[in-house]
Nanobody, 124 residues
Framework: QVQLVESGGGLVQPGGSLRLSCAASGRTFRPYVMGWFRQAPGKEREFVARMRWSDGYTYFAGSVRGRFTVSRDNAKNTVYLRMNNLQPNETAVYYC?????????????????WGQGTQVTVSS
């Protein structure tokens, strides 16, 4: 069983930055893909970014490309989402997800394991 725990959310001013963490349980955590999603109130959960575990290949939603990055620390079984130049419309609960089987990982239904989410609020 895989457990994911996000942290690092909070209040940030427009134009500011945050780094979210997603720590996975399990000594031999080797997913096929890790994903980041966000969900604003009243909206559907939307794809933000994904990392293929085998080679670290990343892919981003167009709205965040060039501002967000994904990295990982294998020793800590932790994946990070660095977010720069955040805007108020990016206020949402941010989730990390993991899938062990092969998948493109662009949709919520592609993932089996989810964290509890962390709130990101962008406001002055």
């Amino acid at each position: 069983q895989v457990q994911l725990v996000e942290s690092g959310g909070g209040l940030v001013q427009p134009g500011g930055s945050l780094r979210l963490s997603c720590a996975a349980s399990g000594r031999t955590f080797r997913p096929y893909v890790m994903g980041w999603f966000r969900q604003a109130p009243g909206k559907e959960r939307e794809f933000v970014a994904r990392m293929r575990w085998s080679d670290g290949y990343t892919y981003f939603a167009g709205s965040v490309r060039g501002r967000f990055t994904v990295s990982r620390d294998n020793a800590k079984n932790t994946v990070y989402l660095r977010m720069n130049n955040l805007q108020p419309n990016e206020t949402a609960v941010y989730y990390c997800a993991a899938e062990m089987g092969a998948t493109y990982g662009l949709r919520p239904e592609d993932y089996t394991y989810w964290g509890q989410g962390t709130q990101v609020t962008v406001s002055s």
